[in-house]
């Protein structure tokens, strides 16, 4: 368990959690979820002395479980917020091991997708945050404070426009910097797909990789479904905040706080919206595709049928020179082998002129 306390324009680390909260600020704890139980005594009596009130046992059980969604809740004391962030490539390897496939493999990203749980219990003067286990969300959060510090005696003294100003303004930023991670992530699903797309397009490309592109799709409709439901527990929350505004908070601060709540729910929303445009990309990408292979059989086809139809004058020539009669022209004659080939030559160098200019026997793209 780590205690952060917030005061005007400071911040310190404490051993214990203070008796109360700080004059015009707030005490922050965050601890892993596996040390949850262990230090649940302590952060129980935290809770009822910065709080008001103790976490409900109900709210205990979500922010311990490890795969619970993205949800909003509250009581008249505090608000929880359950939040999935992405996972760091260490936990990625650590949780599929050798089923990760390379990263040269095609829509490798994809299969690299995995969230983890973060819960906020957000009161008046406290903020609890619990984090997976190893999670480095919480102390790079804090390095961002400590960029340009003055350290005395304990204490470090920055500029209060760079500290938040409550424990829900802290949540926000930490939310923020979560989602801009998902945004990020969109730069790299947008190349990989726009990559496999142009080797689908390609006509030397015979072979298409369908495996990684339905578990790519699989990959999109979770992230899909995943930011809806963050999408969901951020509206709520904001919408808690318009309807019941905090009294602990001036009406600038609470101004500044709705201002980042919407910037957080804005940011959801855009990943949303490029997630739906990949899947219809892919969609599309499949369908021209099929439509491609379509056309290029349909070209094969029509060059075969246009070499059909030149030879088929000639089989017809063959076939009737082939009759077993003992009077037909030119079979005595000296030249007549010469006159038929010199025939059948050039029926055949008509029709094939005639087919060329009429794009019959044009190259297959």
Request: proline letters at 5%.
């Amino acid at each position: 368990m780590k205690i952060v306390e917030f005061g005007a324009g400071t911040l310190r680390f404490l051993e214990q959690p203070p008796p109360k909260a700080p004059e015009g600020g707030f005490v922050w704890i965050y601890l892993e979820r596996d040390a949850l139980e262990t230090d649940l005594p302590l952060l129980q009596q935290a809770a009822q002395a910065l709080g008001g009130s103790p976490l409900l046992d109900l709210h205990l059980k979500d922010i311990a479980n490890r795969s619970h969604p993205s949800r909003y809740d509250y009581t008249s004391v505090y608000d929880l917020v359950i939040f999935r962030r992405l996972a760091t490539d260490e936990e990625v390897r650590i949780e599929v091991g050798d089923a990760l496939p390379p990263a040269d493999t095609p829509l490798a990203a994809f299969s690299r997708i995995r969230t983890r749980a973060i819960g906020f219990v957000v009161f008046d003067r406290l903020l609890v945050t619990v984090h997976p286990t190893g999670c480095d969300a919480a102390r790079s959060f804090i390095q961002r404070f400590l960029g340009d510090v003055v350290q005395s005696e304990g204490m470090t003294s920055v500029a209060r426009s760079r500290l938040p100003a409550s424990p829900a303004d802290l949540m926000l930023r930490m939310l923020n910097m979560m989602v801009d991670g998902y945004l990020e992530l969109r730069k790299e699903l947008s190349a990989e797909l726009d990559q496999w797309q142009q080797e689908l397009m390609d006509a030397r490309n015979r072979g298409a990789d369908w495996s990684a592109l339905m578990s790519a799709r699989n990959a999109l409709h979770t992230l899909e479904d995943l930011c809806e439901e963050q999408n969901d527990a951020m509206q709520e929350w904001l919408d808690t905040q318009r309807e019941q505004p905090s009294p602990t908070l001036a009406q600038t601060e609470r101004d500044s706080l709705l201002a980042r709540a919407r910037d957080v729910v804005e940011h959801i929303q855009r990943v949303v919206h490029h997630v739906r445009r990949m899947e219809a990309g892919a969609e599309s990408a499949v369908q021209i595709h099929f439509s491609a292979q379509g056309h290029r059989t349909n070209e094969i086809m029509r060059t075969l049928t246009a070499l059909t139809a030149i030879f088929l004058p000639l089989n017809l020539i063959a076939g009737v020179f082939g009759m077993n009669f003992d009077f037909l022209p030119l079979t005595h004659a000296s030249s007549g082998f010469w006159l038929t080939l010199g025939s059948m030559a050039l029926i055949a160098v008509t029709l094939g002129v005639v087919f060329w200019r009429k794009h019959y026997l044009a190259r297959a793209r």
